[in-house]
Structure formats: structure tokens, C-alpha cells
């Protein structure tokens, strides 16, 4: 990860005018390989090593919900559910998404490349995950994204992926169901998720 003295902020308007060089997926894996993220946990997102901050009490609880319920969803074997793992989505993005839905296969020498879903569970990072993330997973072509805000207690669902944007963005509170658009038979309780 990009290292700076305690209590140092890094601007980048300090870069201004100079080219910054992007790391690519296939680097950080040599890099990682070699041992040197031994004691880190990150995502690439754009070109750029982005620390993975600890999850709160609140966001915990969600994952660990949410991804306990897909398991028992999935237990036929249509589909694997991950909680984050890598998703190896493009050239400078490898995103660690909270729980992900993804195609059955044999991911022992490759991360997978897509996902029926993906969910972020955030209560600080929702910028991040809004904008950022969003985008990169709708580039990605990955049908269907869930922002679960804990703070909100509420679902905002992506969906109908188009030119880098999702098309319908829903918000959907406690008391409502959300059926898998992959999957309409799974249907979430949100107050099975959220607190």
C-alpha cells in the first residue's frame, strides 16, 4: 500500500503535472506472490492500492448475515457465494467486495472475473462504494450491485448495467424483500440483513 509518516496526509495536487503510473492487476499479483502485501489487506481499484479499513461492529453484522443467508440460498450448487475475496474484474481493478454471488468454477489458480451480485456493506466508506465502486462494477457488466447502508438502514440496488453507469438505482428499507435478479426464487428479507 502506498506508505506516508504518521499522522502525514498525501495530496495529490502535489502530483499536478506529473504522470502517475497505475499499478495493473497482473503486478500487484507478482508483487503480492513475492510476499510484499504479507501484512496488509487492500483492493485495487483504478490503478491504485486502496487499504481495506476494518469493518465496524454494524458492518460485520450485516456481512456476516447477509452471506450466511446466501450460503444456505445457494446449498444446491447453482452458485457460489464469496465475502471478501477478490474479484478480478479488469486490468486495474480487483475489488474485494463484502459478499459476492458467483458462477460455479474452479477458482484455485484464478480469481473469478464476474458475479451475479456483489454487495458493499458500508457505514463510513459509502462514497467510495457509491461512486467508485458502482462504476467499476458497472463497466464490469455485473448485473446487479447492492449498497447496504448501515447507517440508513437501507438497500440501494444498481441494476441494468449500461456505458459505465447502472441504469435503475433503487433504495429499499426494512420491511421490504429484494428478489436476486439472476435468482428471482432467493429472495432477501432486508430485516433479515439490517439490524
Not at 450466511?68 to 440460498?73: I, R, Y
Not at 467508485?132 to 444498481?158: F, Q
Amino acid at each position: 500500500m502506498l506508505r506516508k509518516p504518521p499522522g502525514a496526509v498525501l495530496d495529490l495536487d502535489l502530483f499536478r503535472g506529473e504522470r502517475l503510473r497505475p499499478l495493473r492487476r497482473k503486478e500487484v499479483d507478482i508483487l503480492a506472490a513475492q510476499g510484499v502485501f504479507e501484512d496488509e489487506r487492500g483492493e485495487l481499484l483504478r490503478g491504485f492500492l486502496v487499504e481495506d479499513a476494518r469493518a465496524s461492529p454494524g458492518e460485520a453484522h450485516t456481512i456476516t448475515k447477509l452471506g450466511t443467508f446466501l450460503v444456505l440460498a445457494f446449498r444446491d450448487d447453482r452458485a457460489q457465494v464469496q465475502c471478501r475475496l477478490p474479484l478480478a474484474v479488469s486490468d486495474d481493478s480487483e475489488p474485494m467486495p463484502d459478499v459476492a454471488i458467483i458462477p460455479n468454477g474452479d477458482y484455485q489458480h484464478a480469481h473469478p472475473t464476474t458475479a451475479f451480485l456483489v454487495a458493499e456493506v458500508a457505514a463510513r466508506s459509502c462514497s467510495k462504494d457509491r461512486v467508485l465502486k458502482a462504476g467499476i462494477y458497472s463497466e464490469a457488466a455485473i448485473p446487479e450491485y447492492w449498497l447496504i447502508d448501515v447507517e440508513r438502514t437501507v438497500v440501494v440496488r444498481h441494476v441494468e448495467p449500461k456505458d459505465g453507469a447502472y441504469a435503475r438505482v433503487t433504495e429499499h428499507g426494512r420491511g421490504e424483500r429484494l428478489a436476486l435478479q439472476a435468482f428471482p426464487d432467493v429472495v432477501v428479507p432486508i430485516d433479515a440483513i439490517l439490524r
